[in-house]
């Protein structure tokens, strides 16, 4: 894939090396369970009136008491004054030239629908990161949280899709960032929620069968881009396809299952299989239309 010397995002929020602690964002939850009992009690209300007042000016001195409060790390090294391998490094620029031109295809399709784009911030993180979904480990690899529309991941999962899943690839790697931005993509034209709220009420089947079509989506969102990207900017090269197919087809459900040891349950799946996730991205590359992404009223995915 040729990426080198192209534009960056500016939207990278590197907090590699972090120690994530709980953020105000995520711990709101938190206490917003707490906080019936405290009203209750006048000890806790005058603690509740003290507390507001002690994390209203930390924050006009841009301090996040409420973090620190709740078990943050105060030992924080920051991302400029971290080492970092040249393999490390080379991802972390590798991931803001795909997002930026993640930013240029949205930009222009919103802009075809008479809509604006809202770029997204990616976070890199290491071992853990605290977000407005709350506290992710690496294990649960990148992903995407609506709550503070914010992409998160961890660059040691690149490693992983390529020695544990066999997709090696810089372009498998890209697939990865755009089917993640095709999240906030779905977030930004309220699929995201309509997808909620179908779901209430219904069965878990039902809920796997609506969230599978959701990531088909966001895999055919992924392929728009690829089409947009090497339409504009020729970054294709011999191979870089396959990559792609090869890296949905290692992260499909059944795929997946199977590795596993399980046996394959398509009730149980919520990516859907693999060959679902490479027909979807391939049919959003090969068309580079939005509308052929509509898998919500495809009768069959």
């Not at 929620?193 to 809920?207: F, L, M, W």
Request: charged content about 25%; some cysteine.
């Amino acid at each position: 894939m040729r990426w080198q010397d192209r534009r960056r995002s500016e939207n990278i929020e590197d907090r590699r090396g972090e120690s994530p602690g709980y953020s105000s964002a995520a711990a709101a939850p938190l206490l917003l369970r707490f906080l019936p009992a405290m009203i209750r009690s006048k000890t806790g209300r005058t603690l509740l009136i003290v507390g507001v007042l002690v994390i209203f000016g930390g924050r006009m001195l841009g301090v996040d008491v409420l973090g620190l409060f709740l078990g943050g790390g105060a030992s924080v090294v920051p991302a400029g004054q971290q080492q970092f391998s040249a393999e490390e490094q080379r991802e972390a620029e590798f991931v803001s030239v795909v997002l930026a031109e993640t930013e240029d295809t949205w930009h222009r399709l919103f802009r075809e629908q008479g809509r604006t784009y809202q770029e997204p911030t990616l976070v890199l993180f290491s071992g853990r990161v605290s977000s407005a979904c709350g506290m992710a480990t690496a294990a649960v690899g990148p992903f995407y949280c609506p709550g503070d529309r914010q992409l998160y991941i961890d660059l040691s999962f690149f490693r992983d899709l390529s020695q544990r899943h066999g997709a090696p690839g810089d372009f498998a790697q890209a697939y990865v960032v755009a089917h993640e931005v095709g999240h906030h993509v779905q977030t930004l034209l309220g699929i995201s929620q309509q997808v909620r709220e179908a779901g209430q009420g219904r069965s878990k089947a039902q809920v796997n069968a609506l969230s599978v079509r959701q990531e088909l989506q966001a895999d055919c969102f992924a392929g728009l881009w690829g089409h947009s990207a090497n339409e504009t900017q020729q970054i294709l090269e011999p191979g870089d396809l396959e990559e792609a197919l090869r890296a949905a087809t290692a992260i499909g459900d059944d795929r997946l299952q199977r590795e596993a040891g399980q046996r394959v349950v398509p009730d149980s799946f919520t990516h859907g299989s693999s060959e679902q996730r490479v027909r979807w991205f391939r049919r959003g590359f090969e068309t580079g239309k939005l509308e052929d992404c509509d898998t919500f009223s495809a009768s069959q995915i």
